[in-house]
């Protein structure tokens, strides 16, 4: 059965289909990468990195360094989102993957604060900041690929697996670390945290043999042969699409949630409270795996009623669940722990967490959508990958020192969903004209839903 190819020309599902899989693999095997050093930040880099400070300086410490990697994904963003609208987005997503895995070993084979001195958190945060680097361009490339391969009508549909495979990777990355975090305290700070941060060898040659066999996108091989690739694509993004930039910012900021969530509330959780590490894992596990079902059925539906409703849908609702959410934690009732966790982070959360990549990247046209999605994100994400360190910082005594860190999200969650509502809808217009200033869907064309 053939369909419509993102050039416009008939081709089979095949292609599309395999770009979404390459796009759900590749990224869940680099986040995978990237979520497990969140894990180790809340749980074991205090005590293995910052050993010399009193338990509250070192977990704010540790919780710091997740955030290196935020600061240095504004500028990953420019650099590889420049190329990756020259040279393909293809030869990026292999060079991003191959960036993650061997940064991510390197942190497994570093030597304790106890071993070296405070040469091993400055090497810590080298190596963050090399995966910041490769973190800023894998998602916008894995978008964009899977987005203009993707059928009309279809495209929100096909682009939230790259969501899927984040929250995949998030799964993985927990799973591995649920045996970790059981072990005694000598042999997990010792060599068990490292096991995870070693699997990133393996990462690295799935992903690869996945992506290799991956063709470019017919969009990008149509600007290609017309010679209208932009010279410098950072100067046309900023000239013709700078309110389109600044729009994807402020909607970044809705990854406050995520962060707080699984970050944050985290190391609040086990540190602060004394909650049990394996079973507080658990609960991410579980919203997670509903993430995996909630995202590709929130993005068919944006497909069908368009972006803007679905996304403010889960960032004003995430605005709202942060506060019972945080609220079970700080009681420590483990029964409401799921009941929220899994309505916030695997059903609410998940309608934004899954139409951004679409809501986004129709923003921008072929010549300028990577670097339009990769350094929007990226700034709006750097502003959100501080919030575990700012909620250590302004969280207060007792079972309700939340109330702060729930303002907080649930300020960042209201500004991303009013911010999605000024955006034009886009749904149902054909990929050719996205990005245009009069793109609009045509009078009397249909497209399929």
Not at 44 to 49: A, E, L, R
Not at 79 to 85: K, S, T
Request: with cysteine; aromatic share 10%; net charge neutral.
């Amino acid at each position: 059965m053939s369909t419509t190819t993102a050039a416009g020309g008939p081709a089979t599902d095949r292609v599309p289909r395999k770009a979404a899989i390459a796009s759900f693999v590749g990224s869940m095997l680099e986040y995978y990468d990237f979520f497990i050093y969140g894990s180790a930040a809340g749980l074991v880099f205090p005590t293995v990195f910052f050993a010399d400070s009193d338990p509250a300086t070192a977990t704010l410490l540790s919780l710091a360094t997740f955030g290196v990697a935020y600061v240095a994904r504004p500028l990953g963003a420019v650099v590889i989102g420049h190329f990756g609208d020259k040279l393909g987005r293809k030869k990026m997503l292999v060079l991003t993957l191959l960036l993650m895995g061997v940064s991510t070993f390197l942190i497994g084979a570093l030597p304790s604060y106890a071993a070296i001195g405070v040469a091993a958190p400055i090497l810590l945060v080298v190596l963050r900041v090399l995966q910041g680097l490769s973190a800023a361009g894998e998602q916008s490339g894995a978008n964009s690929l899977t987005m203009e391969h993707a059928p009309e009508g279809r495209r929100g549909f096909f682009t939230s697996f790259t969501l899927s495979g984040t929250q995949a990777g998030l799964i993985l990355a927990t799973l591995v670390f649920i045996p970790v975090a059981a072990l005694p305290d000598e042999q997990l700070f010792s060599w068990g945290w490292r096991i995870p941060f070693f699997l990133s060898a393996v990462v690295v040659a799935v992903g690869y043999w996945v992506r290799r066999t991956l063709p470019e996108t017919p969009e990008f091989e149509k600007v290609e042969q017309e010679h209208a690739v932009a010279k410098l694509p950072v100067a046309v993004l900023f000239r013709d699409h700078w309110s389109s930039v600044l729009r994807v910012i402020l909607c970044a900021l809705v990854s406050v949630v995520s962060t707080v969530v699984a970050t944050w509330s985290l190391a609040w959780a086990t540190n602060d409270l004394g909650l049990e590490r394996s079973t507080f894992l658990w609960v991410i596990v579980a919203a997670n795996v509903v993430a995996l079902g909630a995202i590709p059925m929130w993005a068919r539906l944006s497909d069908r009623i368009g972006r803007r409703p679905v996304f403010a849908l889960g960032a004003l609702g995430s605005a709202v669940l942060v506060f019972p959410f945080l609220w079970a934690v700080g009681q420590a009732n483990f029964p409401l722990i799921f009941l929220f966790g899994v309505l916030l982070s695997g059903v609410v959360y998940s309608a934004a967490n899954g139409v951004w990549p679409t809501l986004y990247g129709e923003m921008f046209d072929t010549r300028v959508r990577y670097s339009g999605m990769a350094i929007g994100t990226q700034i709006g994400f750097a502003l959100g990958g501080f919030s575990p360190t700012i909620a250590a910082a302004i969280v207060g005594d007792g079972p309700n020192g939340w109330v702060p860190v729930a303002v907080l999200t649930a300020a960042a969650a209201t500004v991303a969903g009013l911010c999605a509502l000024t955006a034009r809808e886009t749904a149902h217009v054909p990929l050719a004209r996205l990005g245009m200033p009069d793109a609009r869907v045509p009078e009397r064309e249909a497209l399929p839903v």
